[in-house]
């Protein structure tokens, strides 16, 4: 292990639908490299705030690097 703190990734992500009760099919990654169109990622719908539950809502989620799970997420501020 190293003495250092892991810094979280922050990717930014798409929501797909809710395709299982409770879950919401998120697109993590969406916009970036070879991986343009994300990859899918099935959330627990708490994970993501209320009004970002939509379908097509884009937002950053911030991830554990230690064991890959959503610790949150930042809204894209609209001007």
Known sequence: MS???????????????????GYLTVFIGYGQGLADG???HEVPLDDIPFDLRLPNSEFTVII?????????????ITE
Do not use: C, H, M, W
């Not at 892991?6 to 929501?15: G, H, L, S, W």
């Open 3 to 21: 003495s250092q703190f892991d810094t979280p990734y922050r990717f930014p992500a798409k929501v797909l639908a809710s395709l299982r009760p």
């Open 38 to 40: 994300g990859a899918p």
């Open 64 to 76: 554990d690097p230690t064991n890959g799970k959503i610790i949150g997420v930042e809204r894209y």
